[in-house]
């Protein structure tokens, strides 16, 4: 089965600094992909990186980026220059059994971030 | 990106009635698509996947009977929550997956639906 494991319910940054978010995941699969979704109050998921799990570099999007310890079976989100708007749920998801499988989440960190 | 619509947002209804909630996939065909349930401050449970054109694959300890899923054409998938009771109150995402499947597998999200059972 696979698991997904966030272990910061919440957490908290300044606007303007770095914060990193954490996630391991377990899976017997050797093909997946690995997302970091937002969910902001308004309830919508939002995409905000993806990583798949062949490719050993690490994913970057503007102020988002990646740490995919492959061996570790870790994947966090680092968020740079943190902004009001980055106030969220994170969800980080694993998505087996190829691009046809299905997505697994976490439960999430609430991350405020403060003027 | 690609673009899913979800209707309705909100939904009040008596218990023991039914509601359907639609999704629908605005600018692609989607061959699947997911439903998931999510209580408050939790993560989203996924309840069943959806193709076109076949019966939906529910997850375990989820009724298929209490939550019909139909998937009539490429671009819509229907989720009725039958005989609805307070328990049921929710908040109902769908998901879908482009029909090309995509190289990254990318999962496109509804804006939700809230269900209230009074």
């Known amino acids: 089965a696979q698991t997904v494991t966030q272990s910061q319910p919440e957490m908290s940054v300044q606007e303007a600094e770095t914060v990193t978010l954490s996630c391991t995941y377990d899976?017997?699969?050797?093909?997946?992909?690995l997302f970091w979704y937002k969910q902001p109050p308004s309830r919508q998921m939002i995409l905000v990186i993806r990583?798949?799990?062949?490719?050993?570099q690490n994913a970057t999007e503007n102020r988002f980026s990646v740490n995919f310890q492959k061996a570790a079976k870790s994947f966090s989100l680092k968020i740079s220059d943190s902004q009001l708007g980055d106030t969220a749920m994170y969800f980080c998801a694993i998505l087996y059994g190829g691009s046809q499988g299905n997505l697994i989440f976490g439960k999430g960190t609430k991350l405020s971030v403060k003027p | 990106g690609a673009v899913v619509s979800q209707h309705p947002s909100r939904v009040i209804c008596k218990s023991g009635t039914s509601v359907k909630i639609e999704c629908r996939s605005l600018d692609f065909q989607a061959t699947t698509m997911f439903w998931y349930r999510q209580f408050p401050k939790q993560s989203l449970m996924l309840m069943a996947t959806?193709?076109?054109?076949?019966?939906?694959?529910?997850e375990q300890g989820v009724e298929k009977d209490k939550f019909l899923i139909n998937h009539a054409s490429l671009t819509l998938s229907t989720l009725t929550v039958t005989s609805a009771h307070p328990e049921d109150s929710s908040f109902y995402i769908c998901?879908?997956?482009?029909?090309?499947?995509?190289?990254?597998?990318?999962?496109?999200f509804g804006e939700g639906s809230r269900l209230t059972v009074l």
């Open positions: 990583q798949e799990a062949y490719k050993q």
């Open positions: 959806s193709n076109e054109g076949s019966k939906a694959t529910y």
């Open positions: 998901s879908a997956r482009l029909r090309a499947g995509g190289m990254t597998g990318e999962l496109f």
């Open positions: 899976t017997s699969e050797s093909n997946y992909y």
